[in-house]
């Protein structure tokens, strides 16, 4: 049989992911959208689960937004007058109306010069680091980073690599000491902004400050990117993200800001802003927007409608709820005596710390009609297994309730003091 040999080493890595218990194993595919109304929030029907209603608290749709019919609308009218997809990368001939006014508006929004926009964050972020770290380039990030962050520096060649201790900012600022004795000419200081496993962030504003008080020991200066996939549109009163939440203004904002438009906004792709010269250079060395599609007119039409309500009233309106919201859920947690870390972002984890009980606990909410997503070594460090629930301003509060009726009939829930 054709490949047998690597079928026979591939099945034996497989069944050793599954006796290890961290098989993502067979995927739940989503039959029916029943959409919510004033009482509960959206329903859904699963492959195989004939006419049971599942509640996802383990989708990035902070605000709702991917139903509303403003933004369903913009698509589909997009869709019937340009088509379907983009028919080229950007520099051919697969830029449309729709591209530019997006990154316009994403610029504006984010108060900075310019805006680019790529086929997801992921794409976002190797496309925007790896072109700026550069053989004299000394990169230093956050150990808890995302995967897209860490590809990117495994991709790029940096002269050296500095891992800081978790939002340790003395371990920042040696290693910043460190490249700078080294003599790097460029120094990039990358982290996420929040961190999409536990729900904390970075202390951007003390970041900033240490990055500008080392920028004269680097002639390339010291840029700072921030990757806030699951910031913006969830974080800070307006939802303009970890930069907004930790009151950094004017220089003391990251020089690039990464985010999603597939999370809050409840659409599909991602971007960059900063400025205009760095954007124009990227739109020449970025690899994953110089050979890949962008995402597609409609999706782009979609994104606008979702950030101009995200920019309104409703807009904070929806923010303000989803809060009330995260709140409500950690008081039940903390009631019920489960272990959690406490925060505003709507990211709230339950800490198992332990494999199998965590399977236990994913599985006796599924029996409960709630998708809930479990995170084991190595999406997380042994130790810190925990399952992670994501509030959405979609959900009312007999949800929330509703959930933490299941986390109480638990058995092996921890006892309350
Ligand atoms: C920090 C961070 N960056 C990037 C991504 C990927 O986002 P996208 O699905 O738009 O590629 C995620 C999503 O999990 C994330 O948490």
């Known amino acids: 049989m054709p490949c047998d040999r690597l079928l026979a080493t591939l099945t034996a890595e497989l069944e050793e992911l599954a006796a290890r218990g961290t098989l993502k194993g067979k995927e739940q595919v989503i039959t ?11 329903r859904y029907r699963l492959a195989g689960e004939g006419d049971r209603l599942f ?6 749709n902070y605000l709702g937004l991917s139903l509303r019919p403003e933004v369903t609308a913009a698509e589909d009218e997009t869709a019937w007058a340009f088509g379907t997809g983009p028919g080229a990368v950007r520099f051919i001939s697969g830029t449309y109306v729709q591209h530019v006014e997006l990154e316009e508006r994403l610029a504006a929004f984010h108060e900075r010069q310019a805006g680019m926009i790529f086929s997801s964050a992921y794409a976002t972020t190797l496309g925007v680091l790896v072109p700026l770290i550069d053989g004299e380039t000394a990169v230093i990030s956050d150990e808890l980073n995302h995967n897209c962050i860490i590809n990117a520096m495994r991709l790029a060649r940096p002269q050296a690599k500095h891992i800081y201790r978790h939002n340790d900012l003395a371990d920042l600022k040696s290693k910043l000491e460190a490249a700078a004795g080294a003599g790097s000419r460029r120094a990039l200081v990358v982290s996420d902004g929040v961190f999409s496993m536990r729900g904390d962030f970075a202390p951007l504003k003390e970041i900033m400050r240490l990055a500008r008080r ?9 840029l700072v990117v921030i990757d806030d996939s699951h910031g913006v549109g969830a974080f800070g009163t307006s939802g303009r993200g970890t930069e907004e939440h930790t009151r950094c203004r004017g220089d003391e904002r990251p020089d690039l800001l990464i985010g999603t438009l597939g999370k809050a906004l409840g659409v599909n792709g991602g971007y960059v802003v900063g400025p205009e010269l760095i954007l124009r250079y990227l739109r ?10 962008p995402i597609t007119p409609a999706e782009a039409a979609a994104a606008i409608q979702a950030l101009a309500i995200l920019d309104s009233g409703e807009g904070k309106r929806l923010l303000a709820h989803l809060r009330a919201m995260t709140r409500r859920f950690e008081r039940g947690l903390v009631e019920l005596g489960y272990e959690t870390i ?9 800490m198992v710390r332990d494999t199998a009980k965590t399977i236990a606990l994913v599985d006796h909410l599924f029996q409960n009609g709630i998708l809930a997503t479990g995170l084991k070594y190595p999406v997380v460090p042994r130790g810190d297994e925990s399952i992670r629930f994501q509030i959405s301003a979609d959900h009312k509060a007999a949800d929330i309730d509703l959930c933490l ?8 829930r921890p006892k309350a003091d």
């Open 405 to 412: 009726e299941a986390l109480a009939s638990f058995p092996g």
């Open 55 to 60: 509640m996802r608290m383990n989708a990035n």
């Open 214 to 222: 080392y920028d004269e020991r680097f002639p390339d200066n010291v």
């Open 32 to 42: 029916k959208v029943i959409p919510g109304h004033d009482e509960i929030g959206s």
């Open 284 to 293: 020449e060395t970025a690899i994953t927007y110089i050979y890949s599609n």
């Open 342 to 350: 406490p925060g505003p972002h709507p990211v709230t984890p339950v």
